[in-house]
């Protein structure tokens, strides 16, 4: 008897800063056994790249390096300094740049290894951008403070020196950027399922979700 071929799952992911994808993806990753990106990291670990070896030809640098980048190095700590978000916002709308991201980001949702039933990806861009045929699409948010609280804790458990207000300020400025840019702007499809985690805790959304 031949066995019928069983086609990947590909789930994707959108969310307005601080609204807690992150954590709800790699659940989510964990509990199917899905390839997990984090596409914003992506360009965090670009930013970081250049900080650290400051090429002379930014482009040509990231596009050869890139290559060899292993999803563990999107963990580093380092990629949510201040700096290293600055940098990142500078370079994120060069064009060059974000077709190296896409190809490398797209190869993550649809080149599937031996061992994972799928890919998961969740960022900014990944519903109609990345994977726009994804089998299950999710557009997550929160209300403003609730996500700078969240944010906030995170920086703090990590011991950055930051205040609530300039967290607040900073995914004001990070939402208004997110949503009105021209280049792969922040946006709910029309066939992604809103899923509101404002009065949810972490695993209530991973139910709300499975």
């Given at each position: 008897?031949?066995?019928?071929?069983?086609?990947?799952?590909?789930m994707?992911?959108?969310?307005?800063?601080?609204?807690?994808?992150?954590?709800?993806?790699?659940?989510?990753?964990?509990?199917?056994?899905l390839?997990?990106?984090?596409?914003?990291?992506?360009?965090r670990?670009?930013?970081y790249?250049?900080f650290?070896?400051?090429?002379k030809?930014k482009?040509?640098?990231?596009?050869?390096?890139?290559?060899?980048?292993?999803?563990?190095?999107?963990?580093?700590?380092?990629?949510?300094?201040?700096?290293?978000?600055?940098?990142?916002?500078?370079?994120?709308?060069?064009?060059?740049?974000?077709?190296?991201?896409?190809?490398?980001?797209?190869k993550?949702?649809?080149?599937?290894?031996?061992?994972?039933?799928?890919?998961?990806?969740?960022?900014?861009?990944?519903?109609?951008?990345?994977?726009?045929?994804?089998?299950?699409?999710?557009?997550?948010?929160?209300?403003?403070?609730?996500?700078?609280?969240?944010?906030?804790?995170?920086?703090?458990?990590?011991?950055?020196?930051?205040?609530?207000?300039?967290?607040?300020?900073?995914?004001?400025?990070?939402?208004?950027?997110?949503?009105?840019?021209?280049?792969?702007p922040?946006?709910?499809?029309?066939?992604?399922?809103?899923?509101?985690?404002?009065?949810?805790?972490?695993?209530?959304?991973?139910?709300?979700?499975?």
């Open positions: 008897m031949k066995l019928k071929k069983i086609n990947p799952i590909r994707a992911i959108d969310a307005t800063a601080g609204s807690g994808s992150t954590s709800l993806a790699i659940k989510l990753a964990k509990h199917y056994n390839r997990y990106l984090d596409t914003g990291k992506v360009y670990w670009c930013a790249e250049i650290k070896k400051k090429p030809n482009i040509k640098f990231l596009k050869k390096r890139i290559k060899s980048l292993n999803l563990k190095e999107l963990q580093n700590k380092n990629l949510i300094d201040d700096k290293i978000a600055q940098l990142t916002s500078k370079i994120s709308s060069n064009i060059n740049l974000r077709k190296i991201v896409f190809n490398f980001q797209s993550i949702a649809y080149d599937i290894p031996k061992g994972y039933k799928g890919s998961i990806l969740n960022g900014r861009d990944v519903t109609h951008n990345i994977v726009p045929d994804a089998d299950f699409k999710f557009y997550v948010t929160a209300n403003l403070k609730t996500r700078a609280t969240r944010r906030y804790k995170e920086l703090k458990g990590l011991k950055k020196k930051v205040t609530y207000e300039e967290v607040l300020k900073s995914i004001k400025n990070r939402d208004k950027s997110d949503l009105s840019r021209k280049i792969s922040l946006k709910r499809t029309k066939d992604s399922l809103l899923i509101n985690t404002t009065n949810l805790n972490k695993r209530a959304c991973f139910l709300k979700i499975k």
